[in-house]
Every structure is written in structure tokens, then in C-alpha cells.
């Protein structure tokens, strides 16, 4: 089992907005657990693939220079559920990005349909976890997440021109 | 643009609400942010995006929980408490709140409780009311 | 790879209270990627081992009326530290509320001394046959299933 739940971007804006598709399958193995006999795709593995949708924009928006990890979820909510055979899209919006977190709105849905409305917050954690351990090198933006951004047409800013920023 | 201290209150209180998941009757006005709210390091940074966006105005971390940096700088902390040096930073930096009991004391485990809901609604208050 | 976040029940009071445990090892193949070189529980899944605690909690107190059982909302779920392979996390959920098609529910995890996680969230539980009659033995085909499962779990080991 990948731990990855998104399967490719169909909108980027830099800094602003991005929207990412997931197909769920009865390929997928996990599925059969949950449940066996019908199997539908778990609400923290949506949570997932939202926070990885909006992970990458934020990610994106620094330039993948710090280590953005899922800090607080302040808000899921779920209105229907979803199986194999379903597409689903997730569209994230940054709401606010400081140097030490950034502040996500984001939403699910299949056909048009609305499947949840999530907020998450991520911490730059370069910039915080004072006395946590961890390494040094990026170790959340690996190939796997870059690849994932290479068919999408990116309005990159040069590399020194400054994020969005507000607050802090 | 002008608010009453109600307004401003009530402001707050949903902002808080939301940040922390609390209930509308939990956040009083003596209410600590940490020990009776469950405020933690990213909820700070939650209620600054947060407030910015109740109030249009831009709200230097700094500003609002400032005792962070207070904490970890020998010349302003000695011995668990606030040097003289300290006291009068911090002073500088939260003219919002009222430290006379706190001098009594200046324990820096006592810092949290500093940051209550009055303190966030005396710094909006000013901040608004400023402009 | 299982999707089954908690490894055994180690207390549970009808309508009220469940703890569980589960512990973290390198085996399990997701933390291959997350991340590689920091090894680490994916926050979801904690999520995921208190959502299991309280469905649990729920099936037992309703006798395992309902097939489906899932996240309806959750609200500020926070995450304090990380968890590595080696470690052992113990959740607890309390529930504020079981009614019959909702529950509500506060919940944290800790490894040692050390919170790694706290939310709070609801379920909502239903039957398949609800929207289609046709899927009735479905439902009882799922409870069967977990109603093994919540043998495995609660097993004196």
C-alpha cells in the first residue's frame, strides 16, 4: 500500500488554489477491510488526500523549501459516502500562509456532488517543534509528490520572489 | 471602525470557538487560553489567521502571545522567573494586560495564565478602536 | 497490508468508554513512504484509531444493529507529537452522546507520557437496506464479518 492519495492535479494556481482528482478501486486493497462485504473509502483517507492536495500547494507556494506536516485538522465534515468506481475531486484553497503554518479550506466532491468540506492547518516545522527530533533533509516533498506536479502547467515565480505572506 | 467592547467580545468568543472547539459557555472572559481552553502552539497560530480575518486587520503573532520568545532569552528569565530586565519587556509587549499580580510573582509557569480571553479582547479592542 | 489501526481492546463500558491500543511497526508498508528517512504514523490513521475505538464502542452498545458505521464530523483533531515503529499508542474515547443513528465523541491518544493526538468527532451509523431493501443481506454479511473481528480484538492475549 502507496501512501498516496491523490492520483493527479487538474488545476494548480500557484499560491491560491489546486484541484486534484482521486479514483477509488477495488484494486486497492485496503478497501476490502473496510468493510468486507462493502467496501467504502474511509473519511481519514479522504481527510488524507485533501491534506495531500493542499500539502503540495503549500509546499509549492514556498518553493519546497520546509517540511509542511499536517498540524490540526479543525474541521471535517462528511455528507455522503464513497466507493469504487467513483472519481472523486479535491479542490483546496490557501486561506492564510505565515512562515510558521498555513491555513487550508478544501472540498470533496463526485459529479458535482458535495462529499465534505475540510479545514486543515500545516505547520512549517523548520520553524516550530522546537525539541522534536527529526532530520534534516526534506523528507515530506520526495519524488513522489514532484512527479505528481510535472503534467500540471505551473506559473512558476522565480525562485527569489517572495511567497504570499500574512500575519506573523 | 469603531466597536463596542460587546461587539468585540462576541467576536472573539466565535473565533475562539472555532479555533478550539470549545463550547460558547466555556469561553468567559477570566478564561485561560492553555489551561482552561486547551490552547496549544498551533492554535496560536490558528487564532491569529483567524482573528485576522474576523477583524480585516493583520495581527503580529508577537503582539498577541509574545511570551515565547520572552521565554527562552537568559537576560529576561532567570531561575524560572522574569528578571527585572523581563518584566519590563514583556510590560512593552502586552500593555493589554494586567500584570500587577503577576509582578508579585513573575514565575514563568504562571505565563500562560496571562493569556486569557480579556487579554485577546483588550488587544483587539485597541487595535480597532485605534484606526 | 490490513486496514485495522488499533490491535486490541483493552477495556470497554457500554455507552461510555473504550480503551484500545495499537502498536507501530515498520512493517507496516505505508510507513515506506511517510516519510522515508522519518518513519512516522500518518495523523490520519491516529484519526482512523479513534474512529475505530468509538465504532467499536458504538456496535457493542447497540448489539451490532447497524452495519455502517462512519465519520460523520470531526473537529479539531490535533496533533502533538510523532509516533515511530517501536511505539505503542493507547487511545481512549469517551462518547458525549450514542443515540441511534449518531454518536458523538472526545478522544485522545499517548505513548508513554507523551499526548500524541486528541479530537473530537462524530459517527453516524445506518443499515445499507435503509436506502436499498436489496442490500439487506449485505448488511448482515458486514456484521457477521465484524462481528469476528471484534472477537480478534477483544481476545485475552
Redesign the interface.
Known sequence: MRWIWIDKFVEFESGRRAVAVKNVTLAEEHLHDHFPGYPVMPECLMIEAMAQTAGILVGEARNFKEKVIL??I?KAAFFDHVVPGDSIKLEAQI??I?P??A?ISGKITRSGQLIAEIEL?F?HIDQ?LAGKKFPEENFVFTGMFTSLLRDVVLDRRPADSPPME??? | MAMSRDEVFEKVQGVLV????VDDDEVTAEATLMGDLGA????F??I??RL??AFGM?????ELFPAESLMNDPELVSNGRLTDKGLAELKDKVPHTDLTEFEKDPDINKLPDLFTVTAIVNYVETRVNAA | MRFILIDKIVSLEEGKKLTAVKSVSLAEEYLGDHFPTFPVLPGVLLLEGLIESASWLVRKTEDFAHSMILLEQA??V?Y?SFLPPGSQIEYTVEAKAIDESVSRFSGFGVAGDEKIVEA?FGLRHFNLSERNPALTAVDAQVVEELKGRYGLLSQQR
Open positions: 498540524a490540526k479543525g486561506e492564510t505565515s510558521e503554518a491555513g492547518m505547520s516550530n500574512s500575519g506573523g | 472555532d479555533a478550539l472547539g496549544e502552539s498551533i492554535d497560530l490558528d491569529v489567521f485576522e480575518k493583520k495581527v503580529p503573532r508577537e | 473537529r479539531n490535533k502533538r473530537r
